[in-house]
């Protein structure tokens, strides 16, 4: 399933039989779009946080903004 978190719009963890990665959805050229961050082995909850929040205001490889 995809559980969304709650303080930083966009950021989710997609978790299946399989993994368990963080990610971002957001907006690209008007296109719904996402990104994996990585698995959640990788991360700390606050360094995915500002990760998330990086990549949502403008960071590579994709410009993300809120709709």
Not at 5 to 20: A, H, I, P, Q, W
Not at 30 to 58: F, S
């Amino acid at each position: 399933g995809t559980y969304y978190g709650t303080e930083v719009k966009g950021l989710v963890l997609n978790v299946t039989s399989f993994s368990r990665k963080f990610g971002v959805y957001g907006w690209y050229n008007g296109t719904a779009t996402r990104k994996t961050l990585g698995d959640i082995a990788d991360w700390t909850i606050p360094a995915v946080r500002e990760e998330a929040v990086r990549v949502r205001g403008g960071g590579e490889p994709a410009n993300f903004c809120s709709p």
